[in-house]
Every structure is written in C-alpha cells, then in structure tokens.
C-alpha cells in the first residue's frame, strides 16, 4: 500500500467525529437523490404496468380521433356504433366503456371522499374476458337496481355484498345493491381510485351519458388477425372516429400519467441537488479546518519527503474514501426512502397496485457522480491550500496559516456577481426555455450563494458583535466568551454558517414570493372580480353543468357563470381558450376591456386579450379561424379587446363553445354573485340549500375562497419547508462538527479556564451561545439573500399573476425562532464535549 | 563533569572563509543570509554564515536563543530557502532545485529529527520509519532497516501509536527514522531538548554510534554541552553570524566557552 492511501485510510478512522459528520452529509444526500430517481421510476413502471394490464385483453379501441395532442378529453362517441362493429368478421367481444363522476354517500347522505384519489362511474358488462376488472367477491351488477364497488373503498367502509348504498352522480342521488366488490387483477384498489361499477344501460342513464360512450372495446376472435379486424372496423366507422390497439392506448395513458410522475421526480430532484449542494458546503468546511489542525503533520510529511502532489493526493484520497463509502450506503438508503415515500402515499390512499422498486443503472451512476462528485469537489481547495504548506510549518505552524490564505474576497465579489447576473438573465430574458429557465436561474442562485458565503466573512465579526449583545448581557462571562470565539474566526463563522444560510434563503424567497402571490390575489379579487360565491370542484373531473344550471334557477343570485376551457389551435399553436356566460360574467368581472363589450359576446365571437391580439395583428372585427381537437374549425370574429389576463387570454361563449365541441361539458369553477338587495345570511342559505345534493360543489364565499387559497399558499411553504428538512438537517450538523472541531481547538485553552475556575455548566453555555449567534447569523444572511432572491423571482413571475410584491414578517420571526432553536440543538454534541474534558490532560495539550 | 575545570583552551580560529561543496564536505552554506520582515522591524535570522559539516562526522551547532540556530538547519536540510548565498547538500546546490527535486532530496538524501512532533500521530511506529522510503514507493532495505530498529532498542513498540509511546521512545522512532533510507547527512533539532538525561544521553550516544559505525554524517543543534560533547566538533553561533568551532569539545571546554560569551 502506498504511504498516501495508508495515511488517507488511517485519517479517515482516526477522525470519527469528522468522518461520520462527513458521511452522513453525503450518505443523505445520495439517498434523496437515489430516492427521487426510484421513486419516479418505480412509479412509472407501476403506472405502465398498470394500463397495461387495465388494456391486457383490449385488442383494439374505438374513439373519436385527436385533431391535435391535448389534455381535452375526446368527444364521446355513439353507443350505437357498437352495434355496427359486433357484424364485423373477426370480432369476437365489444364492450362500450363509460366513466364519468360518481361518488358514493354514507348512509346520511355525506359523499365517502377517498383519501387521495378520484371517485369514478364506471359501466361494465361483467366478466368478458377483456376489461381488466376483476371479481373479488359476489357477481356483476344486473339493472338499475345494482351496483359493484372496488374492494378496497368496501373494506375500508365496512361495505359488502348485499349491502344498499346510495351514490351521487352528476344526474342525481341513485342507489342499488353491492352485488360485488371488484378489484383490478390481483390488486384491490385502483390507484387510489373509489369506483362504482353499472351495467351499461344503467350507467348511460344514471352517470347522465346521453347515448353516447367513452370508447368502445374490442377483442378480436381466436386466430383473427388485428390489423386485418382494424382495417375492417374502420370501414364500418363513422367519420372523425378512429381504431387503435390496446397497447396505443395503455401507452397513451401511461404517458400521460407520467407527465405528472415527471414534474414530481424532477421537484424532488431538485431538492435533493439543492440538499447535496449544502453537504458540499459542510464537507468543503470540515476539510479546511482540519487541514488547519493537522498542519504540522502535513508540514512534517513534507519535510521528511512529501511531495506537495502527494499531500494533495492523500486529501484527495481521503475524501474519494468517504465519498464512494457514502455512495453505497445512500444508494440503499435511496432504496429506503423511496419505500418509505411510497408507504405514506399508500398511507394517504393512493393504493399503488404492487409497486415494485425500481432501481436503474442510471440512478447509480448519478448517485456515484453526486456522492463522489461532491466530497472531490468540495475538497479540491482545501487539498490545494494542504499542499502549498512548506516543511518549514512543522516547526513553525504559524508560517503554514500564512501560505494557505487564499484570495478568497476577489473570488467571492465575482462568483457572487456572475451567479446574479446568470441568474437574472435566466429569470427575466429564458433562452432555452423551461431547461434554461431552470439551469440558469437554479445554476445562478448556487454561484450567488457560493458567491455570498466567502463575502459573509467580511461582515462576520461585526454582525455577531451585534447579535452577540443581548447575549453577553444575559449571560456573563459565558456570552462573552461565546461571543468573542465568534467573532475572532469570522471565515469559519461564516462558512459554517453558509449551509443554514442557503436553506434559510430558500424558504424566505418562497416566503416573499407566496406573500406576493396572496397579495395579488387579494387584488384581483377586490378589483377585478366582484363575485360573493366561487364554487370549486373536489372531484378531479371538474363541475357538473348541472351546478351552475341549479345556481342561475336562484332568485337571490343575480349572476352565475361557470368557467368552461377547451384548447384549439391557431396557426398551428395550441391556445387555451375559456369559455363563459356572457351577460353573467360582464356583472363578474371586469377585465379592463380596451375596445368592445363583454356582454355583448355572441355566436363565434371571440374576446382577445391585447397582448395575443398583438402578436396576431387582430383588432375588433377582424376574423381568426380556430380548429379544435375533434376536427372542427371555427371562424371567430374578434369582438372585443381586454388588457387584464386574469380569466386567460382567449374567451368564447358557452353557445360558442357548444357548437364546436361534443365533449361532456365540465367546469373548473362558477362564481356568482347576490341580487341587489340580498343579504349575506339569505344569500348563503339559498346557496347552500341549492348545493346540498352536490356536494363535489364546494362553494365558498369570496373570503372563505381567498383564505382557501391562503392555506395552500402556506402548505406550499411547509412542503418545500419539509423538502430542505434535510438539507437544514445537515446545515445544522455542519454548525455542530465546526463547533467540535473548534472545542478540540481550542482544548488548552478551555482546560485554563477550566482550571481557574471556570464550571462545567458555564462551559456548556459559552459553546452553546456560540452555537446560537452562528446559526442566526446564517439565518440572517439567509434572510437578506432569500428576501432579494424572492422580490427578483416575482418581479419575473408575469404581471396576471403577481402584480403586487408583499412580505411576511411573521416567517421572519418564525424562522429566526428556528435558528436558535437550530444552534442549540447543534451545540449539545460539542458543549457536552467541552464541559467533560478532564482538565489536566486538557492543559498539557500541545 | 566530577573533574575540575580545565583551563580554557584558546579561542578556536573565526570559521574558514571559503567554503566549497564536495570533497569532503556532506553539505554547507556559502554566505548565507536570512532576512524576516522589512524596514525597521528587519531580522537578519542569518548574517552571512559559511560553514561545511565533515562526511561522516558529528557536529553540534550551538549559540543563544535567537541566533539563527534552526534557521540555519532549515535552510541545509532544503525546509526553508535563503534570502541569499548558497546551500549546499554533497555537490548539490539547493537553489537549483525546484521543489519536485527538492521534495526528492528530503526524502533520500537528509533526514531530519525535530525537538518534537516528529511523528505521524495517526501512524505506527514501524510505519513512521519506513515513510519516507513508502513515499518514493519503494520498501528499502529491509536487512538495515531491521537492523537500525533493533539498535534503537523498538522491537517490541513497533505496532504502537506515537500517543502510546513515551518522549524517549518517540525520538529513538525519529531517529530510526532518519537512518532508515541511508540519508547522506541527518540535520537534529535540540532533539533530545524534551528529554530527561538518561534517556537523553542514550539517543545520543545512539547517533554518536551511527556516525562511528556506520559512517553517518549528523548535524545536531543542541543548547546542553553535554550533548555538545558528544560531537566530533561544535560551531558556534551568534547574531546570524559563525562565531567559533571546536574539535573534539569536552562538555567543560563547551561550558567555558559559553560562559566566555558573557
Ligand atoms: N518566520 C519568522 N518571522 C520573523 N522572524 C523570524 C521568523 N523565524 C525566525 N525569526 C527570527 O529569526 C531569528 C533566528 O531564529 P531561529 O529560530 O533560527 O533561532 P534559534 O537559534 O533556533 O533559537 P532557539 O535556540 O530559541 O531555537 C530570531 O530572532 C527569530 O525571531
Ligand atoms: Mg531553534
């Protein structure tokens, strides 16, 4: 073994504090990263498994076809088709398929909500051997009077065969006999998913289908071959209507799920970077000072015939140890992470069908990049600084200090410059899109808080002089010390405060940015809305027409509107268009319109807001010819010009939107508003008792809706709160082995003072102190750094969403509470350390 | 030391003015100057000192605190560089070197004994030996660095931590050290100043041995003239400068000429 690896290996084992300290950064942050990759990857396995087996025996699919890719959901197609495919030579079972909103009640009428996932209507014409719905118990509903629910829902509910049960569905309150409980092959849930499964003609009736079918399933006979039945059916199709294989359509689904499992991966991701990014920090810290405590034995390998590449190398060494270790232990820590992820969704019910944990190449190579990647990286300075350390040092230490200064402002003036200017350029000018919006901005807020944490040294002393004060008044000659230690190293004080410092920053700029995102909403809801009811959906599948029908009926309500969208494209671009009542939503809203009325809105007529009018070179009257995902095209005549974009930057009519698509109408919200003359508690009674058979309507006053989305806006923070826990974790752990290595430090000198007099209890508390002005000194930079970031993040955020900038106090003190309550928490290693050390042996240390 | 004084021998002639590297000469400095800090706070830590050490000889280097003593032995050993003149180890002239060269000089030709902290504390003995030959990536000679282990007397220590040996028993690891890889010449820095006599006197005649048996150039700088005594010839310094020498100095010859200083 070369002298170099021994020394590394022996380092390593010598330093336990340190190398744990070390290894537990890198080892949590690899298991984030590996279990975001997992947990996104097992999830997508999951899901396509799924649609898979869902369309196992479906050999081919009839629907309507997609003039475009989008979200919409396709217009229905007739159930009589099905008739016409049964006569066609090959097919051997069809099976029209139906899922719209349905909800069981309990026996008081209450809908039964599932914990995470949507409630379905389902037809199913029993055990055919091609829908991937499986019996669990009992046998296939038969008639109105009948229904099968899925296993899981009746278990949960203390449901069962032969049981009634009433369900909601949007044509009213029904209710039948369980004749089975279902499930999805060997699985009892659906995703999550509460399923009430009708025979075909009960559901066409009762979930208020209208004769019309999602899709028509098709299973060819024996022997058959499918492109050759495909070829046939299309031939008996009508037009606008399409076959495609099983297999399309499980991948289409899929895909469109893991859309979603993308965006979930990729914030997770995000997160974990942002948590190894922070270990980078600690472990570069850790590194520097005890290189700065193993001086003379560096200096002294040097003299007896070190070369400064093989100091360098030793370092290097060391931290590829720890760094490789560390990967191993996070990539099984990954696996747990992901398995502890997927239990609590479960917990919360989103019943994945037997996920089973995916672990890809790719994820170990990324987590050896991250895991290595950071200790080499964030090693790389401290092992060149080691290796500047003339032999002389072993005899002299103070002339090694010397020789590893590095200029280290300079550098930290322009990182920090360079990460605010990509950063801004990122946010405000977006070359590249999303990606560059993301690389930049994310790319620009690292370098700034690199940038920032060797700036912060210059302001170190001073600042926790100040925060220091109250401190030494309180407490004496233990705060005095505290603040004194503090302030005689201001370059470790800052570095060990820098971690704590990115995660603060963090959490305030989301902070300013929800603030200003309550705030303009606030706004726009005072200025540009004067609606008293906005009615939400809880369902996943939007609002029936029918609640917004049963609304308009009301005499104390002057106007309702329900808010409808469809996409259509304009020269070849996707547009997302809404849809509303005119005269309802001109009495609604006011969306500053530059030319035209609202009220006015009539047939094919369209209401642009300036900016598309704009880019299209439209004014009123001219004409723009919109095509929508079934095939037809419209000609809409511009009717009118707004500037506030609100409700979106396309509006159409009902009747407009009615004439071009087929789709089952569904609404994202109504608003609505009292007659003159109506009080409040009048209003709210009427409402309520319209609302009472739909309770997937959730309505709420103007206040009860702003403060609604208040909670979210606050959940959104605890989220990402909760999403640095890890990275704040190990903030905290960085400010707990900087204070160790400097209690060992400082070991002579805490002996001395323990010598003359000085109690265990008063030694605690001066390293504790210590601890406490450290953390709120990176909570103050964090703070001041955070606030900057989040004003410049929704000054960039587009006008129609946040228009006003506001601050929260109150996160402020919430967060400064955190930082003491952080300090305190990561003195106890090290103050228990310093108060226990037996004085003699103390004092002798060299 | 029982015996009384013997009068005073006279003053040794002030140290040669030419000083050439080879020959007989293990290493040396051609006016060497050392100055720390500028303007007014200026010390000149060496003020032109020339002076070669004999191959195969022990010399002991002594003077008041202050003088220059380990600036010099830094400067010889290739630790620190000159502010100008020359050093020299063999016919190599130290200023040529880069510090690749250097690093390489340190390694196989000097070795080097500290007053303390001379070992690697996460190291064993054994391994501390052999660290500057695992540095070059070679095992030496194992039959002689069996050999010097024994003469130190660390046999049975070999597998300790330097935390779990004494002071006597760390220097006698250093010294091994320093004879492990055959350097040309061995620089000594008050190496036996933490020591309490006996186990002084022992790592002393232990080096005095090297010299005589296996023919080891060793430069030693000592404040104790017993310790002086054990060298073939002292050097004296002062203020930077070479203020005297003696051959084959007694510990009362070394005392007398100390207290002459006064
Ligand atoms: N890095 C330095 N900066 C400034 N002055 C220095 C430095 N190193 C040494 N000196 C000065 O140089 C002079 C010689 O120092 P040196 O250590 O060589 O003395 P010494 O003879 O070894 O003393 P001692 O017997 O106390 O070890 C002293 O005056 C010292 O103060
Ligand atoms: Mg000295």
Same mark, same amino acid.
């Given at each position: 073994m070369s002298a170099g690896t021994l020394i590394a290996r022996r380092s390593i084992r010598a330093r336990w504090g340190r190398t744990l300290a070390i290894a537990f950064a890198i080892t949590a942050s690899v298991s984030f990263v590996v279990g975001s990759f997992v947990l996104a990857d097992s999830l997508r396995a999951t899901f396509d498994n799924l649609f898979q087996e869902l369309n196992a025996n479906v050999d081919l699919e009839i629907r309507s076809a997609q003039q475009f890719t989008?979200?919409?959901?396709?217009?229905?197609?007739?159930?009589?088709?099905a008739d016409s495919i049964r006569g066609v030579d090959g097919v051997a079972v069809v099976e029209p398929t139906l899922q719209r909103y349905a909800q069981l009640l309990d026996p008081s009428g209450k809908v039964i909500t599932p914990a995470g996932g949507p409630t379905f209507g389902v037809s199913w014409e029993g055990d055919n051997g091609i829908s991937g719905l499986t019996i669990k118990e009992g046998r296939a509903p038969n008639g109105p009077g009948e229904l099968a629910i899925d296993k899981a829902t009746a278990d949960k509910e203390g449901l069962g065969v032969g049981d009634k049960v009433s369900y909601l569905t949007d044509s009213g309150t029904f209710s039948g006999t369980i004749t089975a409980t279902v499930g999805l092959g060997s699985a009892d849930s659906f995703g999550g998913a509460q399923l009430t499964v009708l025979d075909l003609d009960t559901a066409l009736v009762n979930l208020g289908a209208d004769g019309k079918v999602d899709a028509i399933d098709v299973k060819v006979a024996d022997g058959a071959d499918v492109a050759t039945v495909?070829?046939?059916?299309?031939? !008996?199709?009508?037009?606008?209507?399409?076959?495609?294989? &099983?297999?399309?359509v499980a991948q289409e689904t899929s895909d469109q799920v893991n859309q979603f499992v993308d965006v979930f991966g990729t914030g997770l991701l995000i997160f974990a970077f942002i948590t190894a990014f922070v270990s980078g920090f600690i472990i570069n810290n850790v590194f520097q000072i005890t290189i700065g405590q193993r001086l003379r034995e560096l200096a002294l390998l040097r003299a007896v015939g070190a070369s400064g590449r093989q100091v360098r190398r030793m370092i290097t060494l060391?931290?590829? &140890?720890?760094?490789? /270790?560390?990967? !191993?232990?996070?990539?099984?820590?990954?696996? /747990? !992470?992901?398995?502890?992820?997927?239990?609590?969704?479960?917990?919360a019910g989103a019943g994945f069908p037997d996920t089973s944990i995916v672990l890809e190449p790719r994820t170990v190579i990324v987590a050896a990049v991250v895991g290595i990647g950071i200790t080499m990286a964030s090693v790389i300075v401290p092992s060149r600084r080691a290796s500047r350390i003339p032999p002389v040092a072993a005899m002299r230490p103070e002339l090694g200090f010397v020789a590893m200064r590095t200029r280290r402002l300079v550098a930290g003036a322009i990182v920090t410059m360079v990460g605010l200017t990509t950063f801004v350029i990122g946010l405000f000018v977006r070359p590249g899109g999303t990606t560059g919006l993301i690389a930049l901005a994310g790319g620009g807020a690292l370098l700034l808080f690199l940038g920032v944490a060797s700036l912060s040294s210059t302001i170190a002393t001073p600042v926790t002089r100040v925060i220091g004060w109250p401190i030494e008044k309180l407490f004496k000659i233990p705060g005095a010390l505290a603040r004194q230690n503090v302030a005689r190293a201001p370059r470790r004080t800052s570095s060990s405060a820098s971690a704590l410092m990115i995660g603060v920053a963090l959490v305030s700029s989301t902070a300013v940015f929800a603030s200003s995102l309550r705030a303009s909403l606030v706004n726009t809801l005072e200025s540009a809305i004067s609606a008293d009811y906005i009615v939400t959906d809880q369902s996943f599948q939007g609002l029936s027409p029918v609640v917004s029908e049963k609304l308009a009926a009301i005499p104390e309500l002057d106007a309702v509107t329900p808010v409808r969208g469809v996409t259509g494209q304009v020269d070849g671009n996707t547009k997302n268009i809404g849809a509303v009542d005119p005269v309802a939503f001109d009495k609604l809203v006011?969306?500053?319109?530059?030319?035209?009325? !609202? %009220?006015? /809105?009539?047939?094919?007529?369209?209401l642009l807001q300036k900016d598309p009018a704009k880019d299209l070179g439209v004014t009123v009257g001219s004409t723009v010819d919109v095509t929508f995902q079934n095939g037809v095209t419209q000609t809409l005549t511009v009717a009118g010009i707004y500037a506030d974009a609100t409700f979106g930057n396309w509006l159409i009519s009902l009747d407009t939107l009615a004439e071009v698509s087929d789709a089952p109408a569904r609404d994202f919200f109504v608003i609505a508003k009292l007659a003159d003359g109506v009080g409040?508690? #009048?209003?709210?009674?009427?409402?309520?008792? %319209?609302?009472?058979?739909?309770?997937?309507?959730?309505?709420? #006053?103007?206040?009860?809706?702003?403060?609604?989305?208040?909670?979210?806006?606050?959940? /959104?923070?605890?989220?990402i709160t909760m999403l640095l826990a890890f990275a704040i974790l190990i903030a905290i752990l960085g400010i707990s082995i900087t204070l160790a290595l400097g209690v060992f430090e400082r070991t002579r000198e805490i002996g001395l003072l323990r010598a003359v007099g000085m109690n265990k209890r008063q030694t605690r508390r001066?390293?504790?102190?210590?601890a406490v002005i450290v953390s709120i000194f990176g909570a103050f930079v964090g703070i001041v750094v955070g606030t900057f970031l989040g004003v410049v993040l929704s000054l960039a955020v587009p006008d129609d969403v946040i228009s006003k900038l506001a601050f929260n106090p109150s996160i402020i003190i919430i967060i400064l509470i955190g930082a003491v309550i952080a300090g305190l928490f990561a003195a106890l290693y090290p103050s228990y350390k310093a108060s226990n050390m037996n004085v003699l042996e103390a004092i002798a240390t060299e | 030391m029982s015996t009384p004084a013997p009068p005073a021998p006279p003053a040794p002639p002030a140290a040669p003015t030419t000083v050439v590297p080879g020959g007989t000469a293990a290493a040396g400095s051609i006016d060497a100057r050392k100055t720390y800090g500028i303007g007014d706070s200026q010390v000149h830590a060496l003020d032109g000192v020339s002076v070669s050490f004999e191959t195969g000889k022990f010399t002991a280097i002594m003077g008041p605190s202050g003088s220059g003593k380990s600036t010099l032995l830094?400067?010889?050993?290739?630790?620190?560089?000159?502010?100008?003149?020359?050093?020299?180890?063999?016919?190599?002239?130290?200023?040529?070197?880069?510090?690749?060269?250097?690093?390489?000089?340190?390694?196989?030709?000097?070795?080097?004994?500290?007053?303390?902290?001379?070992?690697?504390?996460?190291?064993?003995?054994?391994?501390?030996?052999?660290?500057?030959?695992?540095?070059?990536g070679d095992t030496g000679d194992k039959e002689w660095i069996d050999h010097v282990i024994t003469t130190v007397g660390m046999g049975d220590r070999l597998k300790h931590r330097p935390s779990e040996l004494s002071g006597g028993q760390q220097q006698r690891v250093a010294v091994a050290r320093a004879l492990a890889s055959r350097p040309q010449i061995i620089f000594a820095d008050e190496p036996t100043g933490n020591l309490d006599s006996v186990t002084g006197a022992e790592i002393l005649s232990f080096m005095r041995n090297a010299v005589r048996d296996f023919g080891q150039t060793i430069v030693m700088v000592t404040h104790d003239p017993i310790a002086a005594s054990y060298a073939d010839r002292v050097v004296f310094v002062g203020d930077g400068r070479v203020t005297g020498e003696?051959?084959?100095?007694?510990?009362d010859q070394v005392i007398d000429h100390l207290r002459n200083w006064d």
């Open positions: 989008t979200d919409d959901a396709r217009d229905p197609i007739d159930v009589a088709v495909q070829r046939s059916i299309e031939r !008996v199709l009508p037009p606008n209507a399409e076959a495609v294989t &099983g297999a399309e060391e931290a590829f &140890g720890l760094g490789a /270790l560390s990967t !191993v232990l996070g990539v099984f820590g990954g696996l /747990l !992470v992901a398995r502890g992820l997927i239990a609590l969704f479960d917990a006011n969306p500053d319109l530059l030319q035209g009325t !609202v %009220a006015d /809105l009539g047939l094919n007529e369209l409040a508690a #009048t209003g709210d009674a009427a409402v309520e008792a %319209a609302m009472a058979p739909y309770p997937q309507a959730n309505v709420q #006053t103007n206040a009860e809706f702003l403060d609604s989305q208040e909670a979210q806006i606050n959940q /959104l923070l605890l989220i001066s390293v504790r102190w210590e | 830094h400067c010889l050993a290739g630790l620190d560089t000159l502010t100008s003149g020359a050093t020299f180890i063999g016919d190599t002239y130290l200023a040529s070197l880069d510090d690749k060269a250097l690093t390489e000089l340190r390694r196989t030709r000097v070795g080097f004994i500290f007053q303390a902290f001379n070992l690697i504390p996460t190291l064993t003995a054994e391994e501390n030996i052999k660290l500057p030959m695992m540095l070059g003696m051959i084959d100095p007694t510990t």
